[in-house]
């Protein structure tokens, strides 16, 4: 029976000392101090292309999250009446909003074109390095072919 309850005992024991060095070197960690950069420049960091293609699939995603409530309101005014369609064609005319469709339109076509190229990473399509990297340039050049085709045919 003591047996059993010294092994009991230094098991407990042997924990306890488990525990308290991992809250000792936790408390270490933290107590001293981390050399971390003050004031980042974003401006001085390169990203390699398929970084870009990634920040950008993450801002044209939230453009378009953002975008939701002028689509609401927008399809709200064209099914009230007559009168509330016409006007918002001839709000759609102004300069705000040609340039608020010219930028979704970029965003809708990026967004699109980089969640495809990530959902071929997932089934590991395109996987290498090289792949990788002609795959984002070529959705990069695409976005930006989507944006001057549609953004001359909404100005012009």
């Not at 407990?12 to 960690?29: G, H, R």
């Not at 044209?60 to 999250?65: Q, V």
């Amino acid at each position: 029976m003591d047996a059993i309850r010294n092994e009991r005992v230094l098991i407990l024991v042997t924990v306890f000392n488990w525990t308290y060095d991992a809250i000792e070197t936790t408390l270490k960690a933290m107590i001293t101090k981390q050399k971390r950069p003050k004031f980042l420049n974003l401006l001085r960091i390169h990203l390699p292309v398929t970084g870009v293609n990634s920040f950008a699939h993450r801002v044209s995603g939230a453009l378009l999250f953002l975008a939701i409530p002028v689509f609401i309101y927008g399809f709200s005014l064209s099914v009230k009446d007559a009168t509330s369609f016409n006007a918002l064609l001839v709000d759609l005319k102004t300069v705000p909003y040609k340039l608020l469709f010219t930028v979704l339109a970029w965003a809708l076509g990026h967004h699109l074109l980089a969640g495809v190229r990530f959902l071929l990473h997932e089934i590991e399509i395109g996987t290498s390095l090289s792949a990788s990297k002609i795959a984002s340039w070529l959705v990069n050049i695409l976005g930006v072919i989507i944006f001057l085709v549609v953004g001359s045919c909404i100005w012009l």
